[in-house]
C-alpha cells in the first residue's frame, strides 16, 4: 500500500473553539440543577459532534471527495493541470497521479490558520510521500489574478476556494481568470458549497460550457449532518 500525504485539518481554529465550547458545556451540567442540567450536555454534545464532524472530513471525507471531483475529469495523462488554492495539496497530488507525463502546478497565497500546516513546503513534502515530485510544482499567487498566460492548460481544479472570495466580484474575477488560462477544449472542475450557480454562469459568460452537480456522497454528507445541518456540496464542471 502506498504511504499518503498529510493534508491537514481544515479551519483548525474553528474545531479548536468548538472543542472548548463542548466541553465546557458538559463541565456547566454538573453546575446546573437537575432539572437545567440536560440543557448543559445537549449543548456540549452538539458542539462536540460539530468539531467530530470536522475532523472527520478533514482525515477521511476530503480524502474521497478529492476523487469524486477528479472523476469529473476526462484524463488522457498528459495534461498541464492547476489547481487554484491548493492547500497541502490535495488535488495537486491527486492529479498528478492521474498523470503520465504531464504536469500539475499547485497555486495558492498560503493563508495561515486555513489549513493545519498550510504552505508550500507541504505541497511538496506531499508529492514526494506519494510519489509524485516529477509530476508536480507550486506556485504563489492570488485566484482573482492568476500568474500565467492566457491558454496555458488543460485542465483547471479547485477545492473549496471559491467561498472564501470575498465579494462577487472577487468571485467573478476568479471564474474569469480560470476560462482565461483554460486552452481550448480544456476542463475545468471545481467543489464548493456556496456561490456554485454564480460560478456557472460566469464561466458560461467566458466561454466554458459548465454544469453544476449535485454530491451525494454518503460519508461526507455524515461530515455536513454533524456539522450543523446537510450542506449542499455542488461541483462545477465544464468545458472551454
Known amino acids: 500500500m502506498k504511504a499518503k500525504g498529510n493534508y491537514g485539518v481544515d479551519s483548525p481554529l474553528i474545531v479548536g473553539t468548538l472543542c472548548i ?11 446546573l440543577s437537575s432539572a437545567w442540567r440536560w ?5 456540549g454534545v452538539y458542539f462536540l459532534l ?38 497541502r495539496g490535495l488535488l495537486t497530488v491527486g492529479a498528478a497521479r492521474r498523470l ?3 504536469k500539475v502546478v499547485g497555486m495558492d497565497v498560503w493563508k495561515r490558520g486555513a489549513i493545519t500546516g498550510n504552505r508550500a513546503h507541504s505541497v511538496l513534502e506531499n508529492a ?9 510544482e507550486v506556485k504563489e499567487g492570488d485566484a482573482r489574478e492568476l500568474p500565467f498566460g492566457n491558454e496555458t492548460f488543460d485542465v483547471v481544479v479547485s477545492n473549496f476556494v471559491v467561498h472564501e472570495m470575498n465579494s462577487r466580484q472577487d468571485r467573478d474575477a476568479m471564474m ?17 458549497f456556496v456561490f456554485t450557480g454564480q460560478c456557472v454562469v460566469e464561466l458560461r459568460k467566458h466561454g466554458v460550457n459548465a454544469t453544476r452537480v449535485r454530491d ?15 450542506v449542499k456540496t455542488y461541483y462545477v464542471v465544464g468545458r472551454k
Do not use: H
Not at 50 to 78: C, H, P
Open 128 to 136: 514526494r510521500i506519494e510519489q509524485v515530485s516529477d509530476r508536480v
Open 39 to 43: 440543557v448543559g450536555y445537549v449543548a
Open 100 to 102: 503520465l507525463n504531464g
Open 50 to 87: 460539530g468539531a467530530a464532524g470536522m475532523l472527520f472530513y478533514s482525515k477521511v471525507g476530503k480524502l474521497t471527495l478529492r476523487e469524486r471531483l477528479l472523476d469529473q475529469i476526462q484524463w488522457k495523462g498528459n495534461e498541464r493541470v492547476l489547481d487554484v488554492g491548493c492547500g
Open 176 to 192: 474569469s481568470e480560470v476560462a482565461r488560462v483554460l486552452k481550448p477544449e480544456g476542463q475545468v472542475a471545481l467543489v464548493d
Open 21 to 31: 465550547l463542548g466541553l465546557a458545556g458538559v463541565g456547566v451540567a454538573y453546575l
Open 216 to 230: 451525494k456522497f454518503v460519508s461526507f454528507w455524515i461530515s455536513a449532518i454533524l456539522n450543523f445541518g446537510a
